[in-house]
């Protein structure tokens, strides 16, 4: 799992980049604008932190039992 929201932060991280710099030179045509490619980048962050947070509840579970 951890390679999924590995994988989720880095598309975000892009996302936002690429959104930063078509909102300083323009948005070419047929492409996606700034604002969407923004939405893309938090919606990825947010399902990484969901599973991150699954991640410690697996642990501390696990850990619970012991």
Known sequence: MRYIYLLLILLAGIAFV???IE???GTPENWYPPLSLWRFAIGCL????VFVLLDIRDYLVS????
């Open 18 to 20: 690429l959104g930063s």
């Open 23 to 25: 909102k300083i030179y």
């Open 63 to 66: 850990k619970k039992k012991e």
């Open 46 to 49: 947010a399902f990484a932190i």
